[in-house]
């Protein structure tokens, strides 16, 4: 088994190789290498027994996980709309062309489609730049979209971590001209509309804007090369102490101390208006404009967040979104969870869920002209797939169902399945989901635990003395309570009681 682990693991060493187009020695070296060790396999290659597996960085989903992401996604697509956003779709898959260039190191993990139509095809990476090429194509200026779907990155999958190849985004993006911090604040607003409905416990939203770490970079002599490479350590601060994060841009990025000890200055700072005013004062900061001119606009959307009266749950001056900020270039937030301490015994928490950043630099790169852009949710579980929740919040209170059915057609004796098939059509033609055993002659004991089991409210009951009366007997599972209904009045009694229109 060693053995054919090893020739699996060089296989897989020649793949990424030709993916990403290496030096064809060495790719010839990998590939003799790899013929060897399958000549050394011999007979026992075939001797493999084949495993049943999902690839790597993938995962599947039971009925009950898929109950809990439709619930949240549900949740979701409700908030986007109350805000009168319209959805679309573009394909799983767009021209290597349009997503290159696009996410800087980042495009190392795109994954590309091998040729079988004369096209150099990737699958995308996100739904921002898809956005971007169907804004340009339909020669669109203005829209309030929303997009949930699946995104795929050939990165290293840390799953204990929720850090998958597959997963979704949920992208709301308002594409436009318009006065500033407005369409921010309306985005900001739906993070804690959805945050608060989904009930996952207390959360904080973080906001910065690149214009005031461009401006802090500056002034503290961070020379123009180093900004990418600092930003990632500034966005460590939320993982480790600031101690670190100096050491880190001193003894590994070639930062001066003194560059390094004045950016500690700023961002061991934290708060919400009274930060934004504080730095607004900054004798430094204040005289730069770029830094002024984000200021500015952040106490504006703080004036604004207090209109929607949301203030409570945000905060400024969010250090640890650098990296989210310099990706951009105007506001960028994150709505996260906090942490559970490990001493905690409650569920694990779910950390970063919504990050927001805009994107203008992003999308006016490539084949399609620069939109003015105010991009909202994207990537709305950041590091996290919603099959993280079941068992911690959502499901920590109450019986998850997966399925929605109604009412269960029950017979009390033997003999009825017809009779319980006329009356279930009766019911899916009013539109009422419901279902019924696969047997001739169930028990009505095994009927009713059928309802236990799956939290079935309600079971419509057909015996030989209710077809006399014209009746069915409805039963309330969790109550026990029966009562008699006229079978005319059946659709209008399920409906009331199960609270359907």
């Not at 980042?106 to 004369?118: A, E, M, P, T, V």
């Not at 670190?244 to 003894?251: A, I, L, N, P, Q």
Request: negative net charge; glycine residues 8%.
């Amino acid at each position: 088994m060693a053995e054919e682990a090893a020739v699996r693991a060089q296989a897989e060493t020649v793949r990424r190789l030709k993916q990403d187009k290496a030096d064809p020695d060495e790719i010839a070296k990998e590939v003799a290498k790899l013929l060897e060790m399958k000549a050394q396999l011999g007979g026992d290659e075939g001797k493999h027994k084949f495993v049943l597996k999902t690839p790597k960085g993938t995962r599947d989903y039971s009925p009950k996980q898929m109950a809990i992401r439709e619930r949240v996604f549900d949740a979701i697509i409700t908030c986007f709309k109350r805000h009168g956003a319209e959805v679309i779709d573009t394909p799983v898959f767009e021209l290597k062309e349009t997503l290159t260039g696009k996410y800087g190191e980042d495009s190392k993990l795109i994954y590309d489609l091998k040729d079988q139509g004369g096209e150099l095809l990737s699958l995308r990476y996100d739904l921002t730049v898809p956005f971007a090429r169907y804004l340009a194509m339909n020669k669109i200026t203005n829209i309030k979209r929303y997009h949930i779907a699946k995104v795929y990155r050939r990165d290293n999958p840390a799953t204990t971590r929720g850090r998958y190849r597959e997963f979704y985004q949920c992208d709301f993006d308002i594409a436009g001209q318009f006065d500033p911090m407005i369409p921010d604040a309306e985005c900001l607003k739906i993070v804690h509309e959805i945050l608060s409905d989904l009930q996952l416990g207390d959360f904080l939203i973080k906001v910065n804007d690149r214009r005031i770490l461009d401006g802090m970079f500056a002034v503290c002599g961070v020379p123009d090369s180093k900004f990418r490479t600092i930003c990632s350590s500034v966005d460590k601060l939320d993982k480790m102490p600031w101690e670190e994060v100096r050491s880190e841009m001193v003894g590994e990025k070639g930062l001066s101390p003194e560059a390094a000890d004045c950016i500690g200055d700023y961002v061991q700072l934290h708060g919400g208006l009274d930060l934004i005013e504080q730095l607004l004062q900054d004798p430094k900061l204040s005289q730069n404009k770029v830094a002024k001119e984000g200021l500015g606009d952040m106490k504006l959307l703080f004036e604004y967040l207090g209109l929607f009266g949301i203030t409570g749950k945000v905060s400024g001056g969010c250090w640890s979104l650098a990296q989210a900020a310099q990706r951009g270039c105007g506001v960028s937030f994150s709505g996260e969870i906090p942490k559970v301490p490990e001493h905690d015994p409650g569920p694990p928490a779910l950390g970063k869920l919504l990050e927001q950043g805009g994107l203008d630099q992003m999308i006016s790169r490539g084949p399609f002209q620069p939109q003015p852009f105010y991009d909202g949710l994207w990537g709305s579980f950041w590091g996290q797939d919603s099959s993280s929740i079941p068992q911690t919040h959502l499901a920590s209170e109450e019986k998850i169902r997966t399925t929605e059915t109604q009412v269960l057609v029950a017979s009390a004796q033997k003999k009825l399945l017809e009779e319980r098939l006329k009356l279930i059509a009766e019911l899916w033609d009013a539109g009422i989901k419901a279902e019924v055993l696969y047997k001739k002659n169930p028990k009505l004991l095994n009927q009713l635990q059928y309802c236990e089991d799956t939290g079935i409210p309600l079971v419509a009951i057909v015996g030989e003395q209710e077809l006399k009366d014209g009746v069915v007997k409805l039963r309330v599972v969790a109550t026990r309570e029966e009562v008699n209904v006229r079978r005319e009045s059946l659709v209008e009694e399920i409906r009331l009681r199960t609270s359907q229109p």
